[in-house]
């Protein structure tokens, strides 16, 4: 259990450093912020209780933000990905296979449902983020597209770091 | 009693996913024009520190860019100085202190923190209360305009980038004096839009657009950008107008906070007039 708890927050900070130190300077033409942090979040063991969760997507979101001088808009969008988590699981399936301490990585779950997984929760957190960062339906099309090419760049990044985890536990 | 306590229990997970969002959007709301919120300034330590240490990296990068930048400036200041005029006659040059009486004083601040990408942008500067900086002061560059300062804390100041929704600063072109509006409609980091100029005008490709100094924050004349292309929408009485901006604001560096000594006393008058006005 300890080890369980040691292991998010070294998770918690290594991807709160690359977001803020590496991801968030990168820009391409407007239309690219990948927001990898969300990882964390998607990454909770399975049994974590539904106040826990909405309170470490708080906190994530909160960071997120104090770091990027956006109060809130983080916080938002976050808070929702990890309200509809629980859901989102139950919504992809393949219940009966997980016991507590797991938690849904590519590598306990397989690439497919962890693709989806993360695409639905990823757009999800995307959506909202943009569009309160914008305030208003006025340019719907443009933050439409933004929301897209931000959500294909998350999740392929996402999937790549999976991957590295992944072989790196092979090895060992 | 008991029916509030076991909805509560029942629905613990919805209810306090709605008290978090509603913690959460209050922040947003409050903070879209003025970042003030108590976060922002104990983060503005914090972050500020970091940033700095980062910056100070890749400052290094930046160094001849700079230089030339500041070697250019350098080269039309000391055109303008006594030394660079012959004498034409015996007389002596004066400065006549009564005629100009200083307005705006300029604070140099390095940029330790700024983006481009997003609809709204920020920057951090690494000057604060302590040397002087206020809030609403401007934030220009060599080249041109790059924002206003939207809160200080003891270090560090954040400034709204041009490059952000809030962005209203007043300009004018600069052949004719017509007065409008520059906005970013957030796609492209150098281009922004001059709005409010009446249909009438005439216009050419690469016109000057500069500040207006109406608004007591920039001083007037800063350059903002030249005009790329206008076009007047149908039905309506006013261009719009797409400009490129002087200032790439994807590599700034070395800035300057602008004081106006005398904002006070116009923001004084300005006030007692209205109040007049309303009597």
């Given at each position: 259990?300890?080890?369980?708890?040691?292991q998010?927050?070294?998770?918690?900070?290594?991807?709160?450093?690359?977001?803020?130190?590496?991801?968030?300077?990168?820009?391409?033409?407007?239309?690219?912020?990948?927001?990898?942090?969300?990882?964390?979040?998607?990454?909770?063991?399975?049994?974590?209780?539904?106040?826990?969760?909405?309170?470490?997507?708080?906190?994530?979101?909160?960071?997120?933000?104090?770091?990027?001088?956006?109060?809130?808009?983080?916080?938002?969008?976050?808070?929702l990905?990890?309200?509809?988590?629980?859901?989102?699981?139950?919504?992809?399936?393949?219940?009966?296979?997980?016991?507590?301490?797991?938690?849904?990585?590519?590598?306990?779950?397989?690439?497919?449902?962890?693709?989806?997984?993360?695409?639905?929760?990823?757009?999800?957190?995307?959506?909202?983020?943009?569009?309160?960062?914008?305030?208003s339906?006025?340019?719907?099309?443009?933050?439409?597209?933004?929301?897209?090419?931000?959500?294909?760049?998350?999740?392929?990044?996402?999937?790549?770091?999976?991957?590295?985890?992944?072989?790196?536990?092979?090895?060992? | 009693?008991?029916?509030?306590?076991?909805?509560?229990?029942?629905?613990?997970?919805?209810?306090?996913?709605?008290?978090?969002?509603?913690?959460?959007?209050?922040?947003?709301?409050?903070?879209?024009?003025f970042?003030?919120?108590?976060?922002?300034?104990?983060?503005?330590?914090?972050?500020?520190?970091?940033?700095?240490?980062?910056?100070?990296?890749?400052?290094?990068?930046?160094?001849?860019?700079?230089n030339?930048?500041?070697?250019?400036?350098?080269?039309?200041?000391?055109?303008?100085?006594?030394?660079?005029?012959?004498?034409?006659?015996?007389n002596?040059?004066?400065?006549?202190?009564?005629?100009?009486?200083?307005?705006?004083?300029?604070?140099?601040?390095?940029?330790?923190?700024?983006?481009?990408?997003?609809?709204?942008?920020?920057?951090?500067?690494?000057?604060?209360?302590?040397?002087?900086?206020?809030?609403?002061?401007?934030?220009?560059?060599?080249?041109?305009?790059?924002?206003?300062?939207?809160?200080?804390?003891?270090?560090?100041?954040?400034?709204?980038?041009?490059?952000?929704?809030?962005?209203?600063?007043?300009?004018?072109?600069?052949?004719?004096?017509?007065?409008?509006?520059?906005v970013?409609?957030?796609?492209?980091?150098?281009?922004?839009?001059?709005?409010?100029?009446p249909?009438?005008?005439?216009?050419?490709?690469?016109?000057?657009?500069?500040?207006?100094?109406?608004?007591?924050?920039?001083?007037?004349?800063?350059?903002?950008?030249?005009?790329?292309?206008?076009?007047?929408?149908?039905?309506?009485?006013?261009?719009?107008?797409?400009?490129?901006?002087?200032?790439?604001?994807?590599?700034?560096?070395?800035?300057?906070?602008?004081?106006n000594l005398?904002?006070?006393?116009?923001?004084?008058?300005?006030?007692t007039?209205?109040?007049?006005?309303?009597?």
């Amino acid at each position: 259990m300890n080890r369980l708890v040691f292991q998010n927050i070294f998770r918690f900070i290594l991807l709160v450093l690359l977001q803020v130190v590496l991801l968030n300077r990168i820009n391409f033409y407007g239309y690219l912020n990948p927001f990898v942090y969300i990882l964390f979040i998607l990454l909770l063991p399975f049994e974590t209780p539904g106040w826990l969760l909405l309170l470490i997507s708080f906190v994530t979101g909160l960071t997120i933000d104090i770091f990027s001088g956006t109060p809130g808009l983080h916080t938002a969008a976050t808070l929702l990905a990890g309200f509809t988590r629980p859901t989102v699981i139950k919504l992809v399936g393949e219940r009966d296979e997980y016991n507590a301490s797991m938690y849904p990585s590519l590598q306990n779950m397989g690439l497919k449902w962890f693709m989806t997984y993360t695409f639905i929760l990823v757009f999800l957190h995307h959506t909202v983020l943009n569009f309160l960062d914008v305030f208003s339906f006025a340019e719907f099309f443009r933050t439409l597209l933004r929301i897209i090419i931000s959500t294909i760049f998350t999740v392929l990044f996402i999937i790549m770091i999976e991957y590295i985890f992944v072989s790196r536990k092979e090895k060992r | 009693m008991r029916n509030i306590l076991a909805f509560i229990v029942r629905f613990h997970f919805l209810l306090l996913f709605i008290v978090l969002e509603v913690v959460a959007l209050a922040m947003l709301v409050n903070s879209t024009y003025f970042q003030q919120s108590a976060v922002l300034n104990t983060g503005n330590r914090i972050t500020g520190k970091f940033y700095t240490s980062a910056s100070n990296i890749t400052g290094y990068l930046k160094l001849r860019r700079t230089n030339e930048l500041l070697s250019i400036e350098n080269a039309i200041l000391r055109q303008g100085s006594d030394m660079s005029f012959l004498k034409s006659d015996s007389n002596t040059f004066w400065k006549n202190d009564t005629l100009y009486r200083q307005q705006y004083q300029y604070i140099v601040a390095r940029v330790i923190h700024n983006s481009v990408g997003k609809r709204n942008n920020y920057i951090m500067l690494d000057k604060g209360k302590r040397f002087g900086v206020e809030k609403d002061m401007a934030v220009i560059t060599p080249n041109g305009v790059a924002g206003t300062v939207v809160s200080v804390s003891e270090n560090f100041a954040w400034v709204m980038s041009v490059l952000n929704k809030h962005t209203r600063i007043s300009a004018r072109i600069r052949k004719n004096d017509q007065m409008g509006t520059v906005v970013w409609n957030g796609v492209n980091p150098s281009v922004g839009t001059l709005n409010d100029i009446p249909a009438h005008v005439k216009l050419s490709r690469g016109d000057t657009i500069v500040t207006s100094g109406f608004s007591n924050i920039f001083p007037a004349g800063l350059m903002m950008g030249t005009i790329n292309d206008f076009r007047v929408e149908q039905g309506e009485h006013f261009y719009i107008i797409p400009f490129t901006f002087s200032v790439d604001f994807n590599s700034l560096d070395y800035v300057y906070i602008v004081r106006n000594l005398m904002k006070d006393e116009q923001e004084e008058l300005k006030k007692t007039t209205e109040a007049q006005a309303n009597e």
